[in-house]
Structure formats: structure tokens, C-alpha cells
């Protein structure tokens, strides 16, 4: 059975840091793709940051210089970084899990951005 577990989200001020983290069972985690996306209220999910297994990383162009991508394989676990927090970076983040025609999601961490 798969699983993707994320955390770390919370209510956070602006310009302050979160880091969430994605915890992965079930899958050969270094082989997959691994992504962040986040969907705020009455918005379409957007690709955050995406992570390849060979370590290449993508990020939106709102996120770039803010927020970092990592992935430690032996932990089975990928980690969004997120620095300088704006109110618009509030959202649910989900991961995601991608190799060939396979493809899993987390149930998702809110994340909140106000003063």
C-alpha cells in the first residue's frame, strides 16, 4: 500500500519560514519523481517545485529564490523549504509521487500566510 504523509504546515506570518516534509511508504522512493503542488481556495492546483530522482529541480516562477526542494532517499522523504512567506503562498500543499505511469498523492498540508 502507498502512502504519502505530508507536514509542517501551520499559520505562519509574513516573511516567516515553514518546512514541509513528505514522507513516502509503499514505493522505491528514489526512483520516483517527487513534487509539490498547492491549491488555494477557488484555484486550480499548480506544480510548486518539482524534484527528479537524478536531483534536478523546477520551481514556479512566484516560489523561485524563496523556496528549495530536497529529498533524502534514505529517509524516503522529500521537504519543501519555504522562506519569506507571502499571504498568497497560502494554500494546501500536496505531494506528489511520479514514475512511468504511475502517480500518488498526499492527503495534503494546509498552510497559512497572515498578520
Known amino acids: 500500500q502507498v502512502q504519502l504523509v505530508e507536514s509542517g504546515g501551520g499559520l505562519v506570518q509574513p516573511g516567516g519560514s515553514l518546512r514541509l516534509s513528505c514522507a513516502a511508504s509503499?514505493?522505491?522512493?528514489?526512483?520516483?519523481?517527487m513534487d509539490w503542488y498547492r491549491q488555494a481556495p477557488g484555484k486550480q492546483r499548480e506544480l510548486v517545485a518539482a524534484?527528479?530522482?537524478?536531483?534536478?529541480?523546477n520551481y514556479v516562477d512566484s516560489v523561485k529564490g524563496r523556496f528549495t526542494i530536497s529529498r533524502d532517499n534514505a529517509k524516503n522523504t522529500v521537504y519543501l523549504q519555504m522562506n519569506n512567506l507571502k499571504p498568497e503562498d497560502t494554500a494546501v500543499y500536496y505531494c506528489?509521487?511520479?514514475?512511468?505511469?504511475?502517480?500518488?498523492w498526499g492527503q495534503g498540508t494546509q498552510v497559512t500566510v497572515s498578520s
Open positions: 506528489n509521487a511520479v514514475w512511468m505511469g504511475y502517480d500518488y
Open positions: 509503499g514505493i522505491i522512493f528514489s526512483i520516483y519523481g
Open positions: 524534484l527528479t530522482s537524478g536531483g534536478r529541480s
